[in-house]
């Protein structure tokens, strides 16, 4: 269970065999984290560029997604709507990828800093705490292993990487995108209008290219969803469309969600 493998981690399996994923942001505790796998979900997102998640949490949400088959996506600190490149967020994102984690997402601002981030698939320090191999004649086994377990996964929300999405999606090595939904709608002029034409045009087009590729698209529903089924329907909408990964947003925000429902139904 310690190195993803089709056979133990649901988002690469999913990806593998075409089957919808959903994936749950965790922005706490690594009990979180079980609760999301057990009941069923494939993926959870552990965001340290807005939350308070240090290498430690990390390291433990990573653990508890083990035992219940998600897999951890860790989404590294970067700032892609200032000028350059942040050469720390591949060295982060290494780290995230050491801890054992399947994939990692960062905000990029061009195709280039993708290009440098997907060499990463080839790096050798997973879970470098442990023994992985014993002998050089090992090694290509286990760096064979490590690249068909390593997801690194471009979120577009910047200009710099919508106005390269096309070049970013033939990169080889890239299996999914990120469209992030909130800054992409801003982008393109309708503000938190998560399903508005314009961007499912978006949306419909990034599908076709990144299937051309054998890539796949990943785009989050949003802030305004009233309720769990219009959550469900909306979804549904997205695989519909062709989305492989629907972010479902925060955890956290799903069980302020719920207690609002339930105080306001019982007491007023």
Known sequence: MLFPTEETDRLLANLKSGKPSLCAYVFSHPNMVEVAGIAGIDCFMADMMFTAHDW???????????????????????????EGTDRRTISDAARALSLGATAVTVSVGSAQEVRDLVELKDDWHR?????????????????????????????????GALNELDEILAIDGIELVWLAA???????????????????R???????????????IMYNMGLDSPDFDSMAAAAKRLFDLGVRVVGLGAMEWHMQMALE??????IG
């Open 56 to 82: 430690d949490n990390i390291a433990h949400l990573v653990r508890a997604a083990r035992g219940t088959g998600i897999s951890p996506m860790i989404r590294v600190q970067s700032f892609p709507w200032a």
């Open 127 to 159: 879970q470098i705490h442990l023994r992985r191999f014993w002998t050089a004649e090992e090694f290509p086994e286990y760096a064979a292993k490590v690249r068909a377990g390593t997801l690194i996964v471009p979120t577009v929300e910047s200009e």
């Open 261 to 266: 429902h339930i105080r306001k139904n019982s």
């Open 202 to 216: 978006l949306v419909e087009g990034a599908v076709k290219t990144a299937e051309k590729n054998g890539a796949a």
């Open 182 to 200: 909130g800054d992409v709608t801003k982008i393109l002029g309708v503000p938190f209008k998560y399903e508005d034409p314009k961007v499912m």
